[in-house]
């Protein structure tokens, strides 16, 4: 089973482009999350998703934008890319959103 | 609201010693709760979580955690550590669907 599967692996960006970072699971997993991990820090929770059509904001959703429109994808925006957004980024799943996550293997993305 | 707090963010063993992460965590709720271990390059592993069943977990590599809700301490144990131990340890608190991730405890093992 490919589990979550995040692309691309790594990327560099010049400062006020934008791009799309890719996430798919092939769990079925109704529940579907971005966070994103600075160095020495936990995970923070950009945005999540209970389900296709629906997302919410998590604890640092600035400068992002998701959306839901199967429960496979949850593709991840950047608009106007920032230095402050340098950092890796996972995407995860869990099915009731009480279990495990199931985490991808991460982007590591430069702004330059 | 929840929030969860990793009281070391640095821990130092000697191999064959006992191992003690804390975590306490605040939730206006009944949470679940678990532990991720972070190896160096590597993406996160599920060491063990608590679902209001048992309240000491155990996980894998050696390792549990017990729940004490008068406390809101969520601590991780292991009798004794193994070189292959060393990472990045997150605590993480868990309702409705969204998960907070402790800042992380770094634990170095030393021979």
């Known amino acids: 089973n490919a589990g979550v599967t995040q692309t691309p692996k790594f990327r560099i960006l010049k400062i006020g482009q934008s791009m799309t970072l890719q996430c798919a699971q092939d769990?079925?997993?109704?529940?579907m999350y971005w966070y994103r991990q600075d160095p020495g820090m936990g995970l923070k929770l950009i945005y999540y998703s209970v389900g296709a059509g629906i997302t919410d904001k998590g604890e640092v959703p600035n400068g992002y934008n998701v959306s839901r429109s199967t429960t496979e994808d949850f593709p991840l925006r950047l608009e106007l890319a920032a230095p402050s957004q340098t950092s890796v980024y996972f995407c995860?799943?869990?099915?009731?959103?009480?279990?495990?996550?199931?985490f991808g293997s991460g982007t590591q993305l430069s702004v330059l | 609201a929840q929030s969860v707090t990793q009281l070391d963010s640095h821990v130092s063993v000697s191999e064959g010693t006992p191992v003690l992460l804390r975590c306490n965590y605040s939730?206006?709720?009944?949470?679940?709760l678990f532990w991720y271990v972070q190896h160096p390059n590597k993406g996160l592993q599920l060491l063990l979580k608590?679902?209001?069943?048992?309240?000491l977990v155990k996980g894998i590599n050696g390792f549990e955690a017990e729940f004490k809700k008068s406390e809101t301490s969520f601590h991780l144990t292991k009798p004794s550590a193994h070189m292959s131990d060393a990472a990045e340890y997150f605590c993480?608190?868990?309702?409705?669907?969204?998960?907070?991730f402790g800042d992380g405890t770094t634990l170095t093992v030393k021979p």
């Open positions: 993480v608190v868990t309702h409705a669907g969204k998960s907070t």
């Open positions: 608590y679902t209001s069943a048992a309240t």
């Open positions: 995860a799943s869990s099915y009731t959103g009480q279990e495990k996550l199931f």
């Open positions: 939730s206006s709720y009944s949470p679940s």
């Open positions: 769990m079925n997993h109704n529940y």
